[in-house]
Every structure is written in structure tokens, then in C-alpha cells.
């Protein structure tokens, strides 16, 4: 079974331009969650997707946005970029296990994205 | 506020060994641990995870313990090989009880290298 992919692997951006990663999950996972991971802050939940509805959220300003769609795929958006959004992006997907109320996270190789 | 906490940024041990690696959290509302694996530039690799009504839960050469009333787990790989090196993150998360959740709680890393 393929594991999780992440589109691109990497990027560059100047402050201000905005950018779009996508997650396809492992088939059959409709739990999709974003991390960021920086040396600074380490791994931080961004926010969780679940059949195309958010499902948990994080600690982040509103110019870190994402969706789901209905084939489970995810793209996360952030806008008006900083330098500080300089990071690793982790994309990790759940198999929904019934009557589970937390499911183990398997993640992509991430996307690591430059602002310059 | 560091919930989940990796105290030791590193570790060294010699193949053969046994590697131990611990990990304390605050928050008691945390119910399920998970230890990841990362080697640079790549994403988490699940290794194995423990629930809260649990205090062992073994795989090969993994063993995790989790102390509840001291707010601690340990992750022990006997015996330790060179391909073990690498970044191990324990993480957390809690039950929501408005539903499931999969918001994980990393901590900051421990890095571990295995000398032949």
C-alpha cells in the first residue's frame, strides 16, 4: 500500500506570496492532519481533517488555512507568508478504526518550504 | 508551555545495548503515547504507541512503559543497532470528548546515535 505523499517536496517563496501544499493519504485514511516543524518550535499541530470537515485546529494565526476533499486528499494554504513560516510541512493520515477515538498518525516525507 | 517533555536532546550507546529513552508530560488528560522515529529531512516514522490503560506494550525490539502517576514514559529498543540512530519524538494526545481527535502532542526530540 502506498504511504502518505506530499506535493512538492520543496519550495521557495518571497514574504508576502501565498502557497499551497497537497496530502493524499494512505488509501482508505480519512484522517488527514498538517504539522509544522521548525528547530525553533519543533513538530506543531497545525489542524486535523476528517470527511472534509475540520476536526481540530491549532495554535496558528488565520493565514494557515486547509481543506479536505471528498476523496480524502488535503491541501493546506498559507498566505501573506513571513519568514518565519520557513519550515518542514508534515502531512500524516489515521485509518478510521470503529468506536476508536484516536488512531495512530502516519506521516509523509513532508514538504519544506523557503521563504525568502 | 511544554506539555510533553524530552529532556535529554541526546544519547549515545554502544550497538548491542540497551537504549532508553524517556519522556515526561503534565498534562493529565493525555491518554495515548506514541514514539516516533525521524531521520533528517524526512517525516515521522510510527514506531509504537501505548494507551493509557496500559503500562507496557512491546514490539520486537521496543518496549514503551508508561508511569501515570509520574507522568513519564520510556521508550527501551534492545539491543540497539547502528540503523537505530536517528531523531525518536514521543508524543501525546488526549481524548476529546466531543468526538475523536488525532491532535498530537510532540515533544522536542531526543537524538540518538549507536556507535558500532
Known amino acids: 500500500k502506498a504511504g502518505v505523499t506530499q506535493t512538492p517536496r520543496y519550495l521557495i517563496k518571497t514574504r508576502g506570496q501565498q502557497v499551497t501544499l497537497s496530502c493524499s493519504p494512505i488509501s482508505g485514511h480519512r484522517s488527514v492532519s498538517w504539522y509544522q516543524q521548525t528547530p525553533g518550535q519543533g513538530l506543531q499541530f497545525l489542524f486535523e481533517y476528517f470527511s472534509e470537515t475540520q476536526r481540530n485546529k491549532g495554535n496558528f494565526p488565520g493565514r494557515f488555512s486547509g481543506r479536505q476533499f471528498s476523496n480524502s486528499r488535503s491541501e493546506m494554504n498559507v498566505s501573506t507568508l513571513e519568514l518565519g513560516d520557513s519550515a518542514l510541512y508534515l502531512c500524516a493520515s489515521s485509518p478510521p478504526i470503529a468506536g476508536a477515538l484516536q488512531e495512530t498518525q502516519y506521516f509523509g516525507p513532508g514538504t519544506r518550504l523557503l521563504v525568502l | 508551555d511544554q506539555q510533553v517533555k524530552q529532556n535529554s536532546p541526546s544519547l549515545s550507546v554502544q550497538e548491542g545495548r540497551i537504549s532508553i529513552l524517556n519522556c515526561d508530560y503534565t498534562?493529565?488528560?493525555?491518554?495515548?503515547f506514541l514514539w516516533y522515529k525521524k531521520y533528517p529531512a524526512e517525516g515521522p516514522t510510527f514506531l509504537i504507541s501505548?494507551?493509557?490503560?496500559?503500562d507496557k506494550n512491546e514490539d520486537g525490539r521496543f518496549t514503551v512503559f508508561l508511569n501515570k502517576s509520574a507522568k513519564h514514559l520510556s521508550l527501551h529498543i534492545v539491543p540497539s543497532q547502528p540503523g537505530d540512530s536517528a531523531v525518536y519524538f514521543c508524543?501525546?494526545?488526549?481524548?476529546?470528548?466531543?468526538?475523536?481527535?488525532?491532535?498530537?502532542?510532540f515533544g522536542t526530540g531526543t537524538l540518538l546515535a549507536v556507535q558500532p
Open positions: 498534562n493529565s488528560m493525555f491518554d495515548y
Open positions: 501505548i494507551s493509557s490503560i496500559k
Open positions: 508524543a501525546a494526545s488526549a481524548v476529546n470528548y466531543g468526538g475523536a481527535t488525532n491532535k498530537l502532542i
